[in-house]
Structures are given as C-alpha cells and as structure tokens.
C-alpha cells in the first residue's frame, strides 16, 4: 500500500511561520502535492513538487527530499485566517492516482 | 474555471438500502476519482476512472460500485448501505497533471 504520514495538529502564532511535515513510503513516485481544506469545505490545491529542493511561492514554500521520502509545507507571515487543514498526497507509482495523509490541522493564535 | 458538482449534498438513507451518488464535471478530465473522508483517516480512495467505461478499485473498495457512463459524470452505488459508511464522500477530477479539483462533498449518513 501507499503510506502517507503528517501530524495530527499544529499550533502557531500570527505573524510568525508555520511548517507542515508529511513522511511517506510509496512504491514509485511521481510528484508530490499539498491542499489546503478548511472546515465543511473540499479541499483547495496549493502546491506541488516532484524534484528536491525548496519552491519558494511566496505566502507558502515547499521542500522535498526524495531520498527521504519527506517533504514540509512552510507558511510564513501567518494570518488567522491560515487556519485550516493542510492535508499532503503522493503519486506513486500510479501516475494517475494521488494518496492522501490524514492532514494537519492549523491552528493560527493572535 | 475547473469545475466538479456533486449531487446531493446531503443524504439520509436506511440501512439495507441502496444510495447512490452523483458526481458531474466540466474540465473535461480523462480521470474521475471519489474519496470518502472520516476524522483520523483524511481521504481514503474508493474508486476511480481513467475515462468512460473504465473503473478501477482503490484502496477501500468494498460494500462500494462504480459507474463512468461518460467522461462527464462518475457515480459511486452503495447497494447495501450500512452505519459505517456513513461519512463526507467527495469526487474529483484529474489529469496527469499536477492539481485535481474536487467537488464540494456529500454528507450521507446511513441510521
């Protein structure tokens, strides 16, 4: 099977940064993507990786290490409003199916 | 602008009978997934299509059919419905591409 792993919650301070981890173990790979889903919502594609390194999209970054199978969600300059769920899916060997984690939900204080 | 609509919303069905629920999309996507979700599981696979006529078996397939009569629309049969698929159920579409756009889910709950 597809293993997909991300912490259950996370809880930030506006104004600071938040990071979002997401480990996974999948036969093949061939990309990796972040959504964001806020509550009663579907959820909203942010970003997605398939080489190493840090994809700087300004409010929100993304690092992947293959080698590592891991991979992290930064959110800088945090709002209230950035509270939500981040949740990380994989393609693995399947290129047309995508794998989700359980999602980490942010918590934003003032 | 990408869109996938599902029908309905919201649905009360009884244990024993059959649900079925629908999922129409204008992006002209070869591939059409539906997921459920519960609390401490995210988005579990249950079925997905690579076009019309095609369904393929996901992660947590059972007590669940398909059905992909058009490239359109994508409908997930529960025949036997029970408690315990009772969940938030959303379609999605995609190619092999980068993003997938999903619906904005069914809350079904089965007494």
């Known amino acids: 099977g597809q293993g997909v792993e991300q912490p259950a919650k996370l809880m930030s301070v506006e104004g600071t940064f938040a990071r979002v981890n997401c480990t996974y173990s999948t036969s093949g790979f061939n990309g990796l993507s972040w959504y964001q889903q806020r509550e009663g919502q579907a959820p909203v594609f942010l970003s997605y990786v398939v080489l190493d390194g840090l994809k700087d999209s300004g409010h929100f970054s993304t690092f992947l290490s293959r080698s590592n199978g891991y991979s992290y969600l930064l959110l800088t300059e945090l709002q209230i409003k950035d509270s939500a769920s981040y949740l990380c899916a994989v393609r693995g060997s399947n290129y047309n199916v995508l794998y989700f984690g359980s999602g980490t939900k942010l918590t934003v204080e003032p | 602008e990408a869109a996938v609509t599902q029908s309905p919303r919201n649905k009360v069905a009884v244990t024993g009978g059959k649900v079925t629920l629908s999922c129409n999309q204008t992006?002209?996507?070869?591939?059409m997934y539906w997921y459920r979700q519960d609390t401490g599981h995210g988005l579990r696979l249950i079925h997905y299509?690579?076009?019309?006529?095609?369904?393929e078996k996901g992660d947590i397939p059972d007590g669940y059919k398909a059905s992909r009569p058009s490239q359109e629309n994508f409908s997930l049969i529960l025949e036997l419905a029970t408690p315990s698929q009772t969940s938030v159920y959303f379609c999605a579409s995609g190619d092999q591409g980068t993003e997938v756009f999903f619906g904005k889910g069914t809350r079904l709950t089965v007494v």
């Open positions: 299509s690579y076009g019309a006529g095609s369904t």
């Open positions: 992006n002209n996507h070869n591939n």
